[in-house]
């Protein structure tokens, strides 16, 4: 079976090896480091973390470093500071912290079109990174350039909810649809996030509207799903995992898209 991929971000709750190892084992396909929080040395712990669990299992769990961008923290939410470039001094900064450990993915936040994501790949081709580029999706500019951010990037990320806030809500689902129908015409992986499994944050049991949106995004051809908060401070990290997997892998036999692969 093509299994849709899982990508599991990695924080408090989840930053013992152990709990890693426990994710992988029953259904993590990729690492999500958000560098919205934490510091360098926690996030470069987290990758050998990662990569070491992974070699104990035989396996490969490619690790995105997930750019902040030019959002600006309120507390636990943040706002969009417009007025800045896309790709920020911090940005900047945290690249060049990890270009040793070989990333295999920079997510680049609050694009806005395919210039954006030629200015990235300059700067990980001059940090001497093969690290490829997902563009996320949040702002109303990259709707409107999205068959250009989509040639120009190796992937895309459906980031509901800065993308919710910045477009009317009951458009979303749409939007999400149509640049995912964008993406499997052309071969390009896509992602959606944000909110899929908010249910078990604090609880052992999806709600139904959670497996139901789950369900929806592998229909509509997503490569992958994306546990946010569930695993970064969830109290239960192994369990969304397992339960997302469940969920995705009955989906996949419901669908005859072929969609590309991170």
């Known amino acids: 079976m093509n299994k849709t991929q899982i990508i599991t971000t990695i924080g408090p709750a989840c930053s013992d090896r152990r709990i890693i190892t426990d994710m992988i084992k029953v259904g993590m396909s990729i690492a999500r480091l958000n560098f919205s929080w934490g510091t360098h040395d926690e996030h470069r712990e987290f990758v050998l973390d990662v990569r070491m669990a992974a070699e104990q299992l035989g396996v490969q769990i490619p690790i995105i470093q ?103 809500f009951a458009t979303l689902p749409f939007v999400k649809k149509d640049i995912l129908r964008r993406c499997v015409a052309v071969g390009v992986p896509a992602i959606v996030a944000t909110e899929m499994l908010t249910s078990m944050i604090s609880s052992q049991h999806p709600s139904r509207a959670d497996v139901s949106d789950m369900a929806q995004a592998v229909l509509d051809g997503a490569s992958a799903t994306m546990l946010s908060n569930e695993t970064a401070v969830g109290k239960y990290p192994v369990k969304a995992v397992e339960v997302m997997r469940t969920v995705v892998d009955e989906a996949v036999q419901h669908t005859e898209a072929v969609v590309a692969r991170f």
Not at 69 to 78: D, E, F, I, L, M
Not at 89 to 103: S, T
């Open 66 to 168: 997930d750019l902040s961008g030019p959002r600006v923290q309120t507390g636990a939410g943040h706002t969009i500071d417009t007025d800045i470039a896309v790709i920020t001094q911090k940005d900047m900064d945290d690249l060049e912290a990890l270009a040793d450990m070989q990333v295999e993915y920079v997510a680049l936040s609050f694009v806005k079109n395919a210039d954006d994501i030629a200015q990235l790949r300059t700067l990980i081709n001059n940090l001497n990174s093969g690290s490829k580029i997902i563009a996320k999706i949040e702002r109303p500019e990259a709707i409107e350039q999205i068959d250009s951010i989509i040639d120009a990037a190796d992937g895309i990320m459906i980031a509901r909810g800065d993308l919710g806030d910045a477009i009317p």
